[in-house]
C-alpha cells in the first residue's frame, strides 16, 4: 500500500477540540463492512447492536499528567519536559525540548520551593534520560502537584477538567495519551450493556507518543512501528475465549484493545494470557483473528490508526464512509465522533 492511500481532505472545522456533553450523545456513525450499509445514530444506540453473550472489550490505562515546563538552571532558557517511560521512580525516558538546546548534564528548573530539578542523564537522537531531584515529594506527589496532562497537538485550548480526556473506567496510570474511543462511555451506558447480557472485559495498553505519528516512507511496508506495552489477566483471557466458544461476538474499543488482543491472540483465535510489548502493525491484508467488530473515532489521514481501520472494512468502503461522515459534519480525532464498523 502508498502513503497516497491514507490520505483525504479533511476541513480544519471538523477538528473537535471539546467534548460533547453527555459523552454519549456524540455522534455514532455505524458500518456494515459486508453491505456498505451506513446508519447515522447518537453514540448511546451503540448498544443496540449488542446482544447477550457479545464481549465488550475495553482499555482501562489512564493517562498520567507527563508534562512539565521548567527553565535551564544555567541560561534561564524555557524547556519542555515529556515523559515517555518510567524506568525506577524519579528515572524516565522523555522528550525534552526545544531538542538543540538540551545537553548532558543540565538541570532543568521546575520549582524553587520546594526544590525540583531534572537532570539530563543522557541524550539519544529520538529521546532523552532524565532523573527528577524532589524535595520531600515522591514521584507521585510530583505528577500530581507540577505535571500537566499533555493534549494532543491539535487541540489548542485547555479543558477545564482533566477527566473529559481520562475514560470513565480508566484506571491504571501509564499512557501519556488517552485511549480515546473509550472517551464515549458513561458509566450508565456501561451499566446499561450489562443489564444486557453484555460481557465487558479489560485490558491494559500504555498509549505512548507514537501512536499518532504520521507515517513518513512512500512505501507503508517500512514503516517502524512504535511500541507500547501492554497487559492481559488469565481471567480475561478465560472470559473472552469461553464467550467466543458460544457464539459471542468480540466488540474491541480502540486500535490500542485490537493491536493488544491480536497480538495475544493464536491463529485459531485462542487469546492468551500476556504481559509484554506489541510492535503490531495492522494494515490492508492482514488476517484479523479474534476480533469481530470494532470502535473507533475518526482518525488523521496518513496514520497507522487509518491502515488499520482500512485493514479491517477495505480501503474503498472506508473512504466512502469517511466522506460521509465529513459530508454529515462528523467531528474529528481525539474529542470527536464514533465509528461502530461490524
Not at 491514507?6 to 471539546?18: C, G, R
Not at 539519544?124 to 514521584?139: H, R
Not at 475514560?167 to 450493556?193: C, D, M, Q, R
Not at 505512548?208 to 506495552?229: A, D, R, V, Y
Request: aromatic residues 12%.
Amino acid at each position: 500500500m502508498n502513503i497516497d492511500d491514507l490520505y483525504f481532505e479533511l476541513p480544519e472545522e471538523l477538528i473537535a477540540q471539546h467534548p460533547i456533553y453527555p459523552r454519549d450523545y456524540s455522534k455514532l456513525m455505524v458500518l456494515n463492512k459486508n453491505t456498505g450499509e451506513i446508519w447515522h445514530k447518537k453514540f448511546y444506540m451503540v448498544k443496540e447492536f449488542l446482544k447477550k453473550g457479545d464481549i465488550l472489550v475495553l482499555n482501562n490505562s489512564k493517562v498520567i499528567r507527563a508534562r512539565f515546563y521548567g527553565l535551564n538552571e544555567k541560561t534561564g532558557g524555557k524547556r519542555e519536559i515529556f515523559l515517555i517511560k518510567q524506568l525506577n521512580e524519579f528515572k524516565w525516558k522523555a522528550f525534552v525540548s526545544p531538542n538543540k538546546r538540551v545537553h548532558e548534564g543540565d538541570y532543568i528548573l521546575i520549582s524553587k520551593k520546594p526544590a525540583i530539578k531534572a537532570k539530563i542523564e543522557k541524550k539519544e537522537v529520538d529521546e532523552d534520560f532524565i532523573t527528577f531531584e524532589a524535595e520531600n515529594l515522591s514521584m507521585e506527589g510530583l505528577l500530581k502537584n507540577f505535571g500537566e496532562v499533555p493534549l494532543p497537538p491539535y487541540i489548542k485550548g485547555k479543558i477545564e477538567d482533566e477527566s473529559e480526556y481520562q475514560t470513565v473506567y480508566a484506571s491504571i496510570p501509564g499512557s501519556v495519551a488517552s485511549p480515546t474511543a473509550g472517551l464515549h462511555f458513561t458509566e450508565k451506558l456501561i451499566n446499561e450493556l450489562k443489564e444486557k447480557g453484555v460481557i465487558i472485559k479489560y485490558v491494559t495498553l500504555h498509549v505512548g507518543p507514537g501512536t499518532f505519528k504520521p507515517i513518513q516512507e512512500e512505501n507503508i511496508e517500512k514503516h517502524l512501528m512504535h511500541e507500547e506495552e501492554f497487559f492481559i489477566s488469565e481471567e480475561t483471557a478465560e472470559n473472552i475465549n469461553n464467550a467466543k466458544s458460544k457464539g459471542g461476538r468480540l466488540f474491541a474499543c480502540g486500535t490500542t484493545v485490537i493491536r493488544s488482543l491480536e497480538t495475544a491472540s493464536s491463529d485459531k483465535g485462542i487469546l492468551k494470557p500476556m504481559e509484554g510489548k506489541t510492535k503490531l502493525f495492522i494494515k490492508p491484508e492482514y488476517n484479523f483473528k479474534i476480533v469481530d467488530a470494532i470502535i473507533t473515532n475518526f482518525h488523521f489521514p496518513r496514520t497507522t490508526l487509518l491502515a488499520l481501520v482500512m485493514s479491517f472494512a477495505g480501503k474503498e468502503l472506508v473512504l466512502s464512509a469517511y466522506n460521509s461522515a465529513i459530508q454529515e459534519k462528523y467531528r474529528f480525532f481525539s474529542f470527536g465522533d464514533a465509528m461502530l464498523i461490524l
